[in-house]
C-alpha cells in the first residue's frame, strides 16, 4: 500500500524540518550542500507574509520527501506574481504522486493570494522536471537568459 502524501505550509521553524528540507537540496542541485536550512533563512522565509515554505510530507510519520519555497513578487510593471523556488521532490518518491500534491498545495496558496500567475526556471537537462509543469500547463514565456552576481 502506498503512504500516503499530503503538502503543508510550515507555520514554526524546528531543526529537524531545516534538517530534512537541506537533506534534499542536493538532489535539486549537486552544487547545494545537504546542511539544515539556516534557523535564520527558515525564520525569515516562516514569518514573512511574502513567502512561504511548503513541504511534502509521506507516511504517518510525515517524513518530509518535498520542498518549494514560495514567494509573492511584486514589480512596478508586471504588478503581483507567485515564484517558485527550490522545488524538489526525494527521488525515491518521484512518479508516486508528491509532485502533483505539492503543485496542488502551490496553486491553492497563489490563489489565496489573489495571485494570477507564477514564475518559475528550471535548466534544459531537467527533463522530467520540464514534463511534468507542462502538464500542468505552464507555459515557457521566452528565451531569456538568468544571470547573477555576487554582491561584495
Avoid at 510530507?57 to 523556488?85: C, D, H, N
Avoid at 512518479?95 to 500534491?101: F, H, I, K, T
Wanted: aromatic share 8%; proline share 2%.
Amino acid at each position: 500500500m502506498q503512504e500516503k502524501i499530503s503538502a503543508r505550509l510550515l507555520d514554526q521553524y524546528s531543526q529537524d524540518d531545516a534538517r530534512a528540507i537541506g537533506a534534499l537540496m542536493p538532489q535539486l542541485d549537486e552544487s547545494f550542500s545537504d546542511a539544515p536550512v539556516e534557523q535564520a533563512h527558515m525564520e525569515a522565509i516562516i514569518s514573512s507574509l511574502n513567502h512561504d515554505q511548503l513541504v511534502v510530507e509521506a507516511g504517518e510519520e510525515r517524513k518530509i520527501i518535498g520542498a518549494a519555497t514560495l514567494s509573492v513578487v511584486y514589480g512596478a510593471g508586471f504588478g503581483k506574481r507567485g515564484q517558485l523556488e527550490d522545488f524538489v521532490i526525494d527521488e525515491s518518491y518521484r512518479g508516486l504522486g508528491a509532485a502533483q500534491c505539492a503543485w496542488m498545495a502551490l496553486e491553492a496558496w497563489c490563489r489565496q493570494k489573489e495571485m494570477t500567475s507564477l514564475y518559475l526556471q528550471t535548466e534544459p537537462v531537467r527533463r522530467a522536471a520540464i514534463s511534468f509543469y507542462e502538464r500542468q500547463g505552464v507555459k515557457r514565456q521566452d528565451e531569456s537568459l538568468t544571470f547573477s552576481v555576487e554582491i561584495h
